[in-house]
């Protein structure tokens, strides 16, 4: 497979627990907004305006100012039918794009195996996180989960030279292709390879990396700050996936709320600045999305469980603006409290699977949906 | 000291009626003999319970319900602690039938309250347990029976008790009920819901109590599987539990869950099953013992399918989590900072009291891929690897003991008989071998040689834990 540094590559950033759309795009223009917000709304003057009606949270301050330069786009009202209020369900969802039944197949493990349809390259995807998401999980694709890169591989407990060598290579040998083993135990052999492949080639990306962008000391942003390192090493690796968790704000919204948004903003923000510096930045997407916005009315501390979110495509190749219409807030329009969604999410997934990654979208989302122009 | 076979078959039904033994609790069961161990096992009220105020004691936080990570590793510390093996491993299966989800739940004691029900109920009549977990209220919200009421009908648990509880879809590719059934069997429920219930902000999480509302229920005359009457819920699973697609789906849960991996279970209505034999011993036993699942493992723990299907199934998560955690003696006794290791099992793929779907999680094959399995032989690795761990400062010294001078074979065959017995291929020997063959000798008579000889046998350890074969149970 060949790698150049101008394929287009991916990098997905979940925000787990349901993010809430109206406190992260806040429509102040819109009075309703403020009668349902009593407690956990954001005052006009300290939301930063993108037009007369809505604006982005103060604690988004960075992403605000990539917006300015024209590099992100904030789609709105994304969600799928029949809203379903269970964080796995909903997550399930978009996971799977599956809205009707349960589905086993990630919708990026189908992007990965389209990508690399024999598995050539073991990094075509990789997680930054512990446990596979199951966006990524797709019998026979190979994708590496890293929770820390600097210490991701087999046998990692063994510290000494030679000794971890050598039980690598007993490692090897003993997931080498045998014969008469059975289907099960040739998978277990082919999956302890493809694993061990993985951390061989990832084990390299940190000695190549330097840079002078100086990342924060959150999850969100040393996950990144890993990212950014396998991807400047130029292994191959398309598609990324990493969250940011929290965003359950039932309670406690007023200090948790912002405090997500401005580690989320700031990571964003250094990554791209990094992505810079590597004279990388043209080729990288970041899309932002999150399983579920809350419901319109809070709760007296917090909001609960709603649908209609929103997502953000973030880079170079994206043209800025906001997409789509923002839900209306008025009661009648409203679906038991929440904000109906107006924007099929495979839309946005088809957009970015067929106009940035060059993928037939229909196979990958399952069906064909309206897509938007932000790529 | 035991002869290796019998150790061999005793760790097989340790491994699959509980979640592995040291070799010091193999010894003891040995002892006693296979047939009185499969009783002992089947009678979990012979042996001390668990004294949850020592734990409570030790680990504040595992009845403090702070979150759902603290019920994770409670349970977790049962599965490696317990003296009764096979009532916590029915409990872990009946949680993979019964598969509830915290997830929409989103109330943590309720979860932990739904466990001890499905333990309470362990290996009880299958009649009782159907109706015990359609009173359940973790069961009852999570698939929508507070939402059944006379007139609207919400069928989500009426269909799932039916396809996934109870009957499966289909099976000999025939369909076992109609969509009409369903309909019924969910009007029979109208009814069945809980009490109201004090909102959590700002009083918190109390646990809901089950309530009967005949108000809310449908009286009126339903058609269920062929027979026709005024039926309520609990007259529905007296029919259920009549079916001979009951007794299939039962038996084909079980053989799945303890002898060998089946296809994953919603193709079961196309999938004959791999030893029609075996199930059919068990169907009868179901309806011999009319329903008593007691009955159907002593057939199933006693039989030839069960004794020669050692190392044939991939191992869940917590049953390697588990497992590794009594070979090498560590959280058998209170002990705070469990969330490393209840954690862990999420890492691979089962994130317990959060299944995925109401169909459980997927077993087998697909507990399998590159991340996971990284997860799970670091782990098992790290643990075996560490010498300051009582079952392997043991498994050192009963190898010590073979001599102050031992062979390279010699070695690697006590070792993987301590570390199970772990029952390789000869390839697999062949590849062990490589580690240990630039020692001729292998000697561990002075102090000086003991140190070399404890990382050399951790240095093992660790490959055999890294190896295709202890993935499998």
Redesign the interface.
């Known amino acids: 497979m060949t790698s150049t540094k101008k394929d287009p590559i991916l990098v997905v950033i979940q925000l787990t627990g349901g993010n809430d759309y109206l406190n992260t795009l806040i429509p102040y223009g819109d009075p309703l907004y403020y009668d349902n917000r009593v407690n956990v709304g954001i005052p006009q003057e300290e939301v930063l305006p993108i037009n007369d009606y809505v604006g982005l949270h103060p604690a988004a301050s960075a992403i605000k100012s990539l917006y300015d330069d024209g590099k992100v786009a904030i789609i709105n009202g994304v969600g799928y039918p029949t809203p379903n209020r269970?964080?796995?369900?909903s997550m399930?969802i978009w996971h799977t794009c599956e809205p009707d039944k349960?589905g086993?197949e990630g919708w990026l493990g189908r992007v990965i195996r389209d990508i690399d349809p024999k598995s050539e390259n073991?990094l075509t995807g990789v997680?930054f996180g512990?446990?596979?998401p199951?966006a990524l999980?797709l019998?026979g694709v190979?994708?590496?989960?890293v929770a820390v890169l600097e210490t991701?591989?087999?046998?990692?407990?063994?510290t000494g030279e030679p000794?971890r060598s050598?039980?690598l290579?007993?490692?090897s040998?003993?997931?080498a292709p045998?014969i008469g083993?059975g289907?099960?135990?040739d998978?277990?052999?082919q999956?302890?390879l493809?694993?061990l492949k993985?951390?061989d080639i990832l084990k390299t990306a940190p000695d190549k990396y330097e840079s002078t962008v100086e990342y924060a000391e959150t999850s969100i942003s040393k996950n990144l700050q890993g990212i950014a390192k396998v991807l400047t090493a130029d292994l191959g690796t398309r598609i990324f996936y990493t969250q940011h968790g929290g965003y359950d704000t039932?309670?406690n919204q007023g200090p948790a709320h912002p405090k997500l948004w401005s580690e989320l903003s700031q990571g964003i923000s250094d990554f791209y600045a990094d992505l810079r510096e590597h004279d990388t930045a043209d080729n990288v997407l970041m899309f932002v999305f999150t399983e579920f916005g809350r419901r319109v009315k809070d709760?007296?501390?917090g909001t609960d469980h709603g649908s209609g979110g929103m997502a953000l495509a973030i880079g170079d190749p994206v043209k800025g603006g906001l997409y789509s219409e923002y839900p209306s807030l008025k009661s009648e329009d409203l679906l038991e409290g929440d904000l109906h969604f107006n924007f099929d999410y495979r839309g946005v997934y088809g957009t970015m699977v067929e106009k940035w990654l060059g993928l037939d979208a229909q196979s990958v989302v399952g069906g064909n949906f309206e897509q938007l122009g932000f790529v | 000291m035991t002869g290796y076979s019998e150790i061999s078959s005793i760790a097989h039904l340790l491994r699959r009626a509980g979640f592995g033994a040291s070799r010091e609790d193999l010894e003891h069961y040995s002892d006693m003999g296979y047939e009185a161990t499969v009783e002992e096992l089947l009678n979990p009220e012979l042996q001390p319970d668990y004294e949850d105020d020592l734990a409570y004691r030790y680990v504040p936080y595992y009845r403090m319900g702070t979150g759902i990570p603290s019920y994770q590793c409670y349970w977790m510390y049962r599965m490696i602690s317990t003296r009764r093996p096979l009532e916590e491993k029915m409990t872990l299966f009946w949680h993979h039938v019964f598969a509830t989800s915290h997830s929409k739940l989103n109330r943590n004691p309720q979860m932990n309250k739904q466990l001890k029900l499905l333990r309470s109920f362990a290996m009880g009549n299958f009649r009782t347990i159907l109706i015990e977990i359609s009173k359940d209220p973790a069961m009852i919200y999570w698939l929508d029976n507070c939402e059944n009421h006379n007139g609207a009908p919400n069928e989500n648990y009426g269909r799932e008790l039916l396809e996934l509880f109870s009957m499966g879809v289909g099976m000999d590719q025939e369909f076992n009920y109609s969509e009409d059934d369903v309909k019924e069997c969910a009007r029979a429920f109208t009814g069945w819901t809980m009490a109201p219930q004090l909102p959590r902000y700002p009083y918190g999480d109390y646990c809901w109590d089950f309530e009967y509302r005949t108000d809310d229920h449908d009286h009126g005359e339903k058609s269920f599987l062929g027979e026709t009457g005024r039926f309520n819920g609990d007259d529905i699973v007296d029919i259920i539990v009549r079916q001979p697609a009951t007794a299939r789906f039962l038996s084909r849960h079980l053989y799945n869950f303890f002898v060998s991996d089946e296809p994953q279970v919603p193709s079961w209505q196309t999938t004959e099953p791999q030893d029609p034999e075996a199930i059919k011993a068990l169907e009868e036993e179901y309806f011999r013992s009319n329903g008593d699942v007691r009955s159907m493992l002593r057939i199933l723990f006693n039989s030839d399918f069960f004794k020669n299907a050692s190392y044939k199934k991939v191992k869940s998560p917590a049953e390697l989590i588990a497992g590794v955690m009594r070979l090498v003696d560590d959280y058998t006794t209170p002990k705070p900072n469990s969330h490393e290791i209840a954690f862990a099992a999420a890492y691979m793929g089962q994130d317990l009291l959060n299944p995925p779907t109401v169909e459980g999680w997927h077993t087998g094959k697909e507990w399998i891929d590159s991340g996971a399995l990284v997860e799970r032989v670091n782990f098992a690795a790290d643990r075996v690897g560490d010498i300051n761990m009582p079952g392997v400062r043991r498994i050192v010294s009963r190898l010590a003991a073979y001599g102050p001078v031992m062979d390279a074979d010699t070695l690697l065959d006590h070792s993987l008989e301590l570390a199970g017995p772990v029952e390789v291929s000869s390839d697999r020997r062949t590849e062990l071998m490589t580690y240990l063959e630039k020692y001729k000798e292998i000697k561990c008579g002075t102090s000086e040689e003991m140190k070399n000889f404890e990382s050399i046998v951790t240095g093992l350890l660790r490959l055999i834990v890294a190896s295709r074969e202890f993935q499998f149970a």
């Open positions: 269970s964080h796995f369900r399930d349960v086993n073991v997680n512990r446990g596979l199951r999980a019998s190979p994708v590496a989960s991701y591989g087999v046998l990692t407990g063994i000794e050598e039980a290579d007993v490692f040998r003993m997931y045998t083993g289907p099960v135990m998978y277990l052999g999956t302890g493809d694993a993985g951390a039932h309670a709760n007296g501390s």
